[in-house]
């Protein structure tokens, strides 16, 4: 059974940047949607941006529209977030998620619409 593993995470000033890296292993992921969530300490997990198989539909948290944004490399079978002009409020453990479907839809943002999931990346963003 393939997984999933995130990476890329660390800690940064605000106003800095981070790029995320998502990598399917053991199997190709091909026609799955990919999706970013975040859990910050005693809070729950919350949806950030996921993107359709073929990348033509982004999905994005108000919070975060203009400052991130996701991609995928389905050759790579990976999926990115870079996140720009990042927050205090950034702070959070990231997760990557997949679900097969070739279709895109707003329940993309809805993390039980997810079957696999990444083990997570910390994200510290210092003021």
């Known amino acids: 059974q393939g997984q999933l593993v995130d990476s890329g995470g660390g800690l940064v000033q605000a106003g800095g940047s981070l790029r995320l890296s998502c990598a399917a292993s053991?199997?190709?992921?091909?026609?799955?949607?990919m999706g970013w969530f975040r859990q910050a300490p005693g809070k729950e997990r919350d949806f950030v941006a996921a993107?359709?198989?073929?990348?033509?539909?982004?999905y994005y948290a108000d919070s975060v529209k203009g400052r991130f944004t996701i991609s995928r490399d389905n050759a790579k079978n990976t999926v990115y977030l870079q996140m720009n002009s990042l927050k205090p409020e950034d702070t959070a453990v990231y997760y990557c998620?997949?679900?097969?479907?070739?279709?895109?839809?707003?329940?993309?943002?809805?993390?039980?619409?997810?079957?696999?999931w990444g083990q997570g990346t910390q994200v510290t963003v210092s003021s």
């Open positions: 053991g199997r190709t992921f091909s026609r799955y949607a």
């Open positions: 993107i359709t198989w073929i990348g033509g539909t982004t």
């Open positions: 998620a997949a679900v097969h479907t070739g279709w895109g839809s707003p329940l993309l943002t809805v993390d039980k619409t997810y079957d696999a």
